[in-house]
């Protein structure tokens, strides 16, 4: 009886988030929201308190909440469409769109355009996950295993460049997970944010990570999300990245069901992924743009761009190297948003082309 009071007490309680928290949940989880959605449970029975445990436990969190499943997006929309809104700039009850076409852009190779050696890699990320599971944070050890049997069916069916072998992250000794990560082909592990969620439970079971031989194509799997689909490679050609992702897109959408909505577009853990679930970034060298820290933010910030550190999200910047990528990823379609980052890396390789 007493564990059942301090849960309903608990459940009771407005939750008290530190007022220095920047967090989107903290801006929009008002005791109203609280009220309206305190005893809600989604399809596989995910609470609002499970919703946002990743933002309670992390109060330097941005966003603060990771969903359970493609039914979370509807039955905690009071709270997810703000957040959503706010972040992707998006109306909530607007269509999505999907394109792979970038025939009608000239994506040039980044150093050649500008006789330099500005751009050392290029990389374009999506995340998918399954219609018929629940997501990473919910998900059941069962559930998982046979997500990385489809996952592996769709690899079994790769070809030419597309094929490879899959790793299952339990089978990598501690040596080849530092090179992978060294190398940026392998996901971090431990990571607080998803540790509060619960996307790490039963760690590394029914995790891996595929890897072509010239490891310009890999896919993670059952990390964050089910799926993520990942093209890279040196240098700063865009569209030779871009497109082997779009096909090993159409390969793998044929074997495994994704979870597609009208207005949220691919369903995915964070909701700062939805739609396009892409991110499309370059590691590149800004030594003199970055120092004038005002400057180089109100560039990003026209392009709808986002700098992350050398060693993907919550990492530092080393040597004047950036993670640029574009920020949006929903309402606009795969190869629009691959647009945002190219103009935008264009602009500032310009600035720094002046600096020097
Ligand atoms: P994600 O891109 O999957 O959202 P992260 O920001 O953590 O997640 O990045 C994952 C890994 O990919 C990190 O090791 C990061 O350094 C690497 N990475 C991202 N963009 C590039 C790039 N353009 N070139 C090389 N590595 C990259
Ligand atoms: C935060 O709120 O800062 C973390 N939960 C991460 C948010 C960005 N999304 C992500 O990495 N998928």
């Known amino acids: 009886l007493q564990q059942f009071l301090n849960a309903s007490k608990t459940i009771e309680e407005f939750p008290n988030i530190p007022e220095s928290s920047k967090s ?3 801006k929009y989880l008002t005791k109203d929201v609280y009220n309206k959605l305190k005893t809600a449970k989604d399809a596989n029975g995910f609470t609002l308190q499970q919703l946002i445990s990743s933002g309670l436990a992390n109060p330097d969190s941005s966003i603060g909440v990771y969903a359970g499943s493609t039914d979370s997006y509807k039955v905690f929309a009071p709270l997810l469409n703000q957040i959503i809104s706010d972040y992707h700039q998006y109306d909530v ?82 040596q080849e997970k530092k090179q992978l990560k060294e190398d940026h082909f392998l996901f971090k592990e431990g990571d607080r944010f998803l540790k509060a969620c619960g996307c790490e439970r039963d760690w590394p079971d029914a995790r891996g990570i595929f890897i072509n031989p010239s490891k310009t194509f890999l896919v993670w799997v059952n990390e964050e999300d089910q799926f993520r689909i990942i093209s890279m490679q040196n240098g700063g050609d865009l569209k030779q990245v871009f497109e082997r992702l779009a096909k090993a897109h159409e390969i793998i959408n044929k074997v495994a069901q994704f979870s597609i909505t009208e207005n949220l577009g691919a369903i995915t853990t964070c909701p700062t992924n939805l739609g396009t679930g892409m991110r499309a970034s370059v590691h590149v060298k800004l030594p003199l743009l970055s120092s004038d ?49 190219y103009n935008g890396v264009n602009e500032l390789i310009e600035v720094e082309k002046k600096l020097q």
């Not at 997501?135 to 597309?162: C, D, M, V, Y």
């Not at 606009?332 to 945002?340: I, K, P």
């Open 93 to 174: 009850n607007s269509k999505h769109t999907s394109s792979w076409d970038i025939s009608s852009y000239n994506f040039e190779e980044f150093n050649s355009k500008h006789k330099g050696d500005y751009v050392i890699s290029t990389r374009v990320r999506i995340a998918r996950n399954l219609a018929k599971f629940p997501l990473g944070t919910n998900i059941t050890k069962e559930q998982r295993q046979e997500i990385e049997n489809l996952a592996i069916q769709a690899f079994n069916s790769f070809e030419g460049e597309l094929k490879g072998t899959y790793y299952p992250l339990g089978k990598l000794t501690e």
């Open 293 to 341: 820290e005002k400057r180089f933010k109100q560039i990003a910030s026209k392009h709808h761009l986002d700098i992350r550190g050398i060693d993907g999200e919550h990492s530092e910047s080393k040597g004047g190297i950036f993670d640029v990528s574009n920020k949006r990823r929903l309402g606009y379609s795969e190869a629009q948003l691959a647009l945002d980052m």
């Open 24 to 26: 989107l949940l903290k």
